[in-house]
């Protein structure tokens, strides 16, 4: 048998620190954590690449009061029913955008539009000329989609209903 009591002459084990090495490792943790979120998401949260939305997208969520997508000579594209509304969801902040905006004016002119005004919350950005050819429009947004974070740009026109078509048609 062997006896198991301490031995007087050996000293007892130290105290251990106040702050164990672990615990302030595990502390530190959380911070860097958080960091490394924020970083990402401010990274991620303002993309330098372009949004496009072109007539056939098919987020639909994005396109708000147009109707279905229809061919003709010049590509794909979607009538307005004179208040459309193409929402981005989430693009963060913006410090300075511009906008690409091809119009097939060939049936907009021939219904009687002569304008499209365009507004991104309520805020008017520009009157464009609608002429009876294709045209490609590019548009200095500035700060106007840093504004809100789900920003929706207004494409406005007159729209009208003919006889031999009843829907809303704007540009």
């Known amino acids: 048998?062997?006896?198991?009591?301490?031995?007087?002459?050996?000293?007892?084990?130290p105290a251990p620190p106040?702050?164990?090495?672990?615990?302030?490792?595990?502390?530190?943790?959380?911070p860097a954590l958080l960091?490394?979120?924020?970083?990402?998401?401010?990274?991620?949260y303002n993309t330098p690449y372009p949004t496009?939305?072109?007539?056939?997208?098919e987020t639909r969520r994005v396109l708000f009061g147009f109707h279905g997508l229809e061919q003709a000579e010049d590509?794909?594209?979607?009538?307005?029913n004179?208040?459309?509304?193409?929402?981005?969801?989430?693009?963060?902040?913006?410090?300075s955008s511009s906008l690409s905006l091809r119009v097939l004016g060939?049936?907009?002119?021939?219904?009687?539009?002569?304008?499209?005004?365009?507004?991104?919350d309520g805020r008017p950005i520009a009157t464009l000329p609608i002429i009876g050819a294709t045209r490609l429009y590019h548009v200095l947004l500035a700060?106007?989609?840093?504004?809100?974070?789900?920003?929706?740009?207004?494409i406005g026109s007159r729209s009208v209903v003919s006889a031999s078509d009843p829907r809303r048609l704007g540009v």
């Open 52 to 57: 496009v939305v072109t007539a056939s997208t």
């Open 82 to 95: 004179g208040s459309s509304r193409i929402c981005l969801d989430q693009i963060g902040r913006v410090p």
């Open 1 to 13: 048998m062997t006896d198991r009591s301490p031995d007087p002459a050996t000293p007892p084990p």
């Open 106 to 120: 060939k049936g907009a002119n021939a219904l009687g539009n002569s304008v499209i005004d365009l507004q991104v």
């Open 143 to 154: 700060d106007a989609l840093s504004q809100h974070d789900d920003p929706c740009l207004l």
């Open 75 to 80: 590509g794909a594209f979607l009538w307005t």
């Open 35 to 44: 960091l490394l979120v924020a970083a990402a998401t401010f990274l991620g």
């Open 18 to 30: 106040a702050w164990p090495v672990r615990r302030l490792l595990g502390l530190a943790a959380l």
